[in-house]
Each structure stands twice: as structure tokens, then as C-alpha cells.
């Protein structure tokens, strides 16, 4: 499991950071920065697959490898963006991470998820009171979130909690303190909430976007999603053909790794504070598509 996780991230980095590597050489862009791309690239989306899954209820090889593999990946996405936003940093002078806090944006997410999970799932376990517990889930959860949010503002000296990393761990703790019963009266009275916050996290996100600008991005767009689908599909193959997976599973995990994570939303404003590298980038760009104007209309006018 954890091995076919390694291979289609890493392979999916490795691969977009060569073809925009290959790219920028030719249109004399530092070629460092396209692995701020592959860092990019890494982020999985699991709510399409997993709310499939949920809908429709299946069940095999393919689904018990998608649902922890879920988890994984963005941990593993985590560590492989921020340890390239940290060399990238470096050197471009624009004020570096240090390297030991590239661990914290696992464990301190994880660490303040479980133990809230811990806290909340005694509470729930010494009550059979339904109205109780979910109350309790819905404080813990506000509380939970509130302790991130003053860590990232007032403490730690750069936004590095990733709050998916936080839920996933308070929500692994605690349901596996309380007993089966429990967590689907849970599911039930939360189903309302948890659809509510998602439609607002999706207009959150998608409000900002100007798709102008992905037109505008031309052949970049094109290469991006082709080859980040690349290295997903053939990354996971490749690991599943390692671990001896099933057929289902070479032929089809891959598909289902191919929606891309609103984290790389985080992940690009991150890369907006590398102010030197996107003025860079920019400027280059736009003097590429400066002169390959100029030199279209020459052509036009011989």
C-alpha cells in the first residue's frame, strides 16, 4: 500500500517537474522552478472517488486500496511540496524554511487532530445520550479548529497546519473509541452539516477562479494535466505491479487519482509568497509570448 503510494507521487513529480524542466530549458526559464509544478501536482482530491464510494457502496480491491491510499498520499504530498518549497527558497534568497519544520507539517496537524480525538472519543464513550455526543462532536471540532487556527496566526512563524491532516486524525481516533452504534448515529445527524460545509468549501474555492486565465495559460494547461495524469496512472501501476495488486487494481487506480486536491489551492498560495520566483516566471513568460507575437507577425508580413 504504502509503496504504491510512494511510486505514483513520486512518480507523478518526477515526471511533471521533467516536462516543465525540459520546457523552461528552451524557453529560458530557470528550470528549478518547475518543480514547484511537480509539488504542485502531487495533490489528490479524495471526495470524488470516496463519495462514489459512499453513494454506491462498493466494494473490492480497488476500493480497500483507494480509501487509505486517500490518507497517504497527501501526507506524502506534504512533505515532498514543502521540502521543494524550501531548497526553491533558498535559492532564490526569499526568505527559506528552516528544514526542521518540514516534519512539523505532519506531525503537529496530526498530533493536535489525535489528541483532540482522544479527548472528545472518552467523552462520547461514557454517554449513550445522542443529542450529547453530537454536540460534543460539533465543539471539539469548532475547538479543534480554533487552536490551528490561533497556532498558525499567533505562534508558529509561517501558516504550516494542514487542517485535512487534522480531521483525518481526530476522526480515526475518536471512532475507534466509541462504539459502532455510535458512529452511525453520528454519520446520520452529521450528513446535513458535512454536505453544507462541502458546497461551501467547492463556491470557496471555485469563487476566485477566472477562467480567462486557464485559456490563457495555453499550452501550459495542457501540458500540466497531461502529464500530471501520466504519472499518476503509470506511477500506481507501476507500484501496484510491484506489490503484486490485483488486475482491478493496476488497470484502474490510477483513474481515480487523477482529480486534483483544492490543497494545491494552499499549495499555490504558497508559492505566491516566493515573490522572486513568480515575478521571474512571469516576466519570462510573458516576454516568450512577446516575442513569439513579434516573430508571428514578421512571418504574416513577408
Given at each position: ?157 509561517t501558516s504550516i497546519l494542514n487542517f485535512m491532516l487534522m480531521g ?13 452504534q455510535q458512529l452511525e448515529e453520528l454519520k446520520r445527524r452529521f ?57 482491478t487494481v493496476r488497470k484502474y487506480l490510477g483513474f481515480t487519482l ?45
Amino acid at each position: 500500500m504504502f509503496l504504491t503510494t510512494l511510486t505514483q507521487s513520486i512518480g507523478t513529480f518526477a515526471f511533471v517537474s521533467l516536462v516543465f524542466s525540459i520546457i523552461f530549458y528552451f524557453m529560458d526559464i530557470p528550470v528549478y522552478l518547475a518543480f514547484l509544478f511537480g509539488g504542485i501536482a502531487l495533490a489528490t482530491a479524495p471526495a470524488p472517488a470516496l463519495s462514489i464510494v459512499r453513494e454506491f457502496g462498493t466494494k473490492g480491491p480497488v476500493t480497500s486500496t483507494l480509501i487509505p491510499m486517500a490518507a497517504l498520499d497527501d501526507m506524502v504530498g506534504v512533505v515532498v511540496f514543502f521540502s521543494v518549497v524550501t531548497v526553491v527558497s533558498d535559492r532564490l534568497s526569499s526568505g527559506s524554511m528552516p528544514a526542521y519544520m518540514i516534519p512539523m507539517f505532519i506531525f503537529l496537524p496530526l498530533g493536535i487532530g489525535a489528541f483532540g480525538g482522544f479527548i472528545s472519543g472518552l467523552i462520547m464513550k461514557k454517554t449513550k445520550d445522542g443529542q450529547f455526543v453530537f454536540i460534543n462532536l460539533i465543539v471539539s471540532i469548532l475547538v479543534i479548529s480554533a487552536a490551528g487556527i490561533y497556532l498558525n496566526y499567533y505562534v508558529l512563524p509561517t501558516s504550516i497546519l494542514n487542517f485535512m491532516l487534522m480531521g483525518m486524525a481526530y476522526s480515526a481516533v475518536f471512532a475507534n473509541l466509541i462504539t459502532e452504534q455510535q458512529l452511525e448515529e453520528l454519520k446520520r445527524r452529521f450528513n446535513m452539516i458535512l454536505t453544507f460545509a462541502m458546497v461551501a468549501v467547492i463556491l470557496n474555492l471555485g469563487a476566485p477562479l477566472d477562467y480567462h486565465l486557464i485559456f490563457g495559460a495555453g499550452l501550459f494547461t495542457l501540458v500540466y494535466i497531461v502529464s500530471r495524469a501520466f504519472g499518476k496512472y503509470f506511477g500506481s501501476r507501476i507500484g501496484a505491479s510491484v506489490t503484486y495488486a490485483p488486475d482491478t487494481v493496476r488497470k484502474y487506480l490510477g483513474f481515480t487519482l487523477l482529480p486534483h486536491s483544492g490543497v494545491s489551492l494552499v499549495y499555490k498560495q504558497k508559492v505566491d509568497s516566493i515573490k522572486g520566483s513568480l515575478y521571474h516566471l512571469d516576466h519570462r513568460i510573458k516576454r516568450t509570448q512577446m516575442h513569439l507575437r513579434s516573430h508571428t507577425g514578421v512571418q504574416r508580413a513577408t
